[in-house]
């Protein structure tokens, strides 16, 4: 594992290096100066998610949740919605420890896991594997019919149970709907406010932060918002906030849409950097 972080360490500072553009944009775009801590520190999360990966495999899920705790914040959050008995939809954004995370989860409120299984079928069936050491259910979404993944989540909820997914996704599609982020237009999923919506299932804001190799649940507050444009916007609202607060736990900065996303932001428009005499 240090060899292997010694190498994403010098992928950083390649020529033209993918790595060091993409942290370096969002660091311009949330007005922060340390592009390179930030990085590094992303890639000690890795490090440690892959150690809790290879010891989850080995031992069990037991140590990992010794060492995954919920935020009070949160923990009180899942407590008062347990009682309205409608179940909870948790969005999280892909941070280091989202997946590790909710063997925690789990064990404070049953949870399903929403999840985008790889194409190919080796890595498919040991994503499978460690899913089943982790001990959440889960729902594949990949390769199953959407009514079926969509009857799945309505049985969870009116179970009473904690359904977990994972929405940066920025892709525009018939079920997507216009959200804004650091200023830019994207598409975000809409299955979480339709969801809520229908059944009055609250959605709650989540996030995964990273401390050594302690994982950290957090949480905005939960809520119920009857318009699907405005339920949407306000949990990408509180990604941003989590963005830029801890922004080394959000490996999806370097995913090529968020990169474009992010060097669009960056990019000061060219209106803004006419002179006044040249706007003349």
């Known amino acids: 594992m240090g060899g292997l972080g010694a190498m994403a360490r010098a992928g950083y500072f390649l020529p033209g290096s993918h790595l060091s553009r993409a942290v370096g944009n969002f660091c311009r775009v949330t007005g922060r100066t340390d592009p390179w801590p930030v990085y590094s520190r992303m890639v000690d999360n890795i490090q440690a998610t892959f150690l809790h990966f290879a010891r989850l495999h080995r031992y069990g899920p037991a140590e990992l949740v010794e060492h995954t705790v919920l935020d009070p914040a949160m923990e009180a959050e899942c407590r008062r919605l347990a009682g309205l008995g409608r179940g909870v939809i948790v969005l999280v954004p892909h941070c280091a420890g989202a997946a590790l995370s909710s063997a925690r989860l789990n064990q404070f409120w049953p949870t399903v896991l929403l ?46 149970k904690v359904v977990v997914g994972t929405t940066d996704l920025v892709h525009s599609g018939p079920e997507t709907i216009e959200t804004q982020i650091f200023g830019q237009r994207i ?9 809520s919506e229908r059944l009055g299932a609250p959605i709650v804001p989540g996030y995964i932060h990273m401390d050594g190799r302690q994982i950290r649940l957090l949480s905005d507050t939960g809520y119920v918002e009857p318009d699907i444009e405005r339920s949407t916007q306000r949990w990408v609202d509180s990604f941003e906030r989590f963005f830029r607060q801890y922004p080394s736990d959000w490996l999806f900065m370097l995913d090529k849409n968020w ?22």
């Open 115 to 160: 999840v985008r299984e790889p194409r190919q079928p080796d890595r498919c069936q040991l994503m499978l594997d460690y899913l089943r050491k982790l001990g959440p259910e889960y729902i594949l979404a990949r390769n199953t019919p959407p009514a079926t993944v969509m009857r799945q989540m309505v049985r969870a909820l009116r179970e009473n």
């Open 187 to 195: 598409h975000s999923p809409g299955w979480p406010a339709r969801l």
């Open 259 to 280: 990169s474009r996303i992010l060097a669009d932001a960056a990019t000061p428009s060219l209106a803004s950097n006419l002179s006044p005499s040249t706007a003349s």
